[in-house]
């Protein structure tokens, strides 16, 4: 008997870096202060986001003046909320995994089973050697990246756990307590991004969530068939797959795509290039150049995930087709940024989530939202 398809997903970007979602001078009603926050994570659980990601960043940079350390801003979320799962992006580098398992286990005590982390390879060269850490080729770094996540996993999963890696190397270790025992989940969630042929392979081998970059429908096909072919060839389940979108809902699509045009128009264009030429080594220095950000414009760079490429951008109903048409691909989480947090997350969860949810009513083999609760 076939399995019935889930519901998509949502979840939003945490705001705990300063300058918002768009490296432009637009005005952008957010905050990146933790009573804020506490306050949006509580709206979004109420209005159908499943999960948040806060992201990492250790230095000033890029219009990011100020930063609130991920894996303790998450944790505070989580003791904040009831249902809703927090993601803690950290970097293999400068983390142990057993450090971090140890940490994860804790959080998703505390939390009564609602801690995840996303496994961010890194792109960021400066953070790396302003702490005085080595700055590894883009494959390397993939590298490091999947023994951490198989250390990860061992830590999480078996006693006297065992791993002789080039990055690591984990001797007869045992963590008590284990994670919380969630049915259907053998660990807390990992989540993993990268959109090139490194990462998607990997993603194949070891994760249990695949996050992109803002994609059309192409970009998304392919990505997704690559992921699954790495999967089989691994012989495991493949992953889930997360697509990020930055989210401009509004009651016509003459004003969706005004603020648009303001967004761009305001860039900061200094910050925004200072950022397209740090990343643009990352997507470069690949075999096959298919790093993230390798064709990313100036326009997609303003939102630096290339979240408008997404095209989550008109009206309710326009954005909801597309997410449902994305979601016939393969995609199974929306990973959701926005201008103004408060409004939008509300506007998303009032007029959008319900088309949302019809739509998909009408797909084969659909499993009603409420069966995820």
Do not use: C
């Amino acid at each position: 008997m076939p399995v019935p398809a889930e519901p998509v997903r949502f979840a939003y970007w945490v705001p705990n870096v300063s300058g918002g979602l768009v490296t432009s001078t637009v005005e952008q009603r957010t905050d990146w202060g933790y009573d804020y926050n506490r306050e949006l994570a509580v709206l979004a659980e109420d209005n159908g986001f499943e999960y948040a990601l806060s992201q990492v960043r250790y230095m000033a940079s890029y219009g990011a003046e100020y930063q609130h350390e991920s894996t303790s801003f998450s944790l505070a979320l989580l003791l904040a909320t009831r249902r809703l799962k927090v993601i803690a992006a950290v970097h293999p580098g400068l983390w142990h995994p057993g450090v971090l398992a140890k940490l994860g286990a804790t959080a998703d005590h505390l939390s009564g089973g609602r801690f995840a982390v996303n496994v961010v390879s890194g792109w960021f060269k400066g953070e790396f050697t302003a702490l005085g850490e080595p700055w590894l080729e883009h494959d390397e770094r993939y590298r490091r990246a999947e023994e951490f996540i198989r250390a990860l996993r061992a830590i999480w999963t078996e006693d006297h756990a065992e791993l002789a890696g080039d990055f690591y190397r984990i001797r007869d270790f045992t963590l008590k307590p284990r994670p919380v025992d969630v049915p259907g989940r053998p660990h807390p969630e990992i989540f993993q991004g990268g959109n090139s042929t490194a990462a998607r392979a990997m993603a194949g081998r070891v994760s249990d969530w695949y996050f992109s970059n803002g994609r059309d429908f192409d970009g998304v096909a392919e990505q997704i068939r690559d992921v699954r072919a790495s999967a089989a060839a691994a012989g495991r389940t493949p992953p889930r797959f997360g697509l990020n979108g930055f989210l401009i809902a509004r009651d016509t699509e003459a004003e969706a795509r005004e603020t648009l045009r303001e967004i761009v128009a305001e860039a900061d264009t200094e910050a925004v290039e200072g950022f397209g030429a740090a990343v643009r080594q990352a997507g470069r220095s690949t075999a096959d150049g298919k790093g993230m950000w390798e064709d990313s414009t100036f326009e997609d760079l303003v939102q630096y995930n290339d979240g408008f490429r997404t095209g989550l951008i008109g009206t309710p109903e326009q954005i909801a087709e597309r997410i449902v048409a994305y979601k016939r691909l393969g995609v199974d989480l929306f990973l959701l940024g926005f201008l103004h947090y408060l409004e939008e997350v509300e506007y998303f969860g009032r007029r959008v989530l319900p088309l949302v949810r019809e739509l998909e009513a009408g797909l084969p083999g659909h499993e009603p939202a409420a069966a995820l609760s």
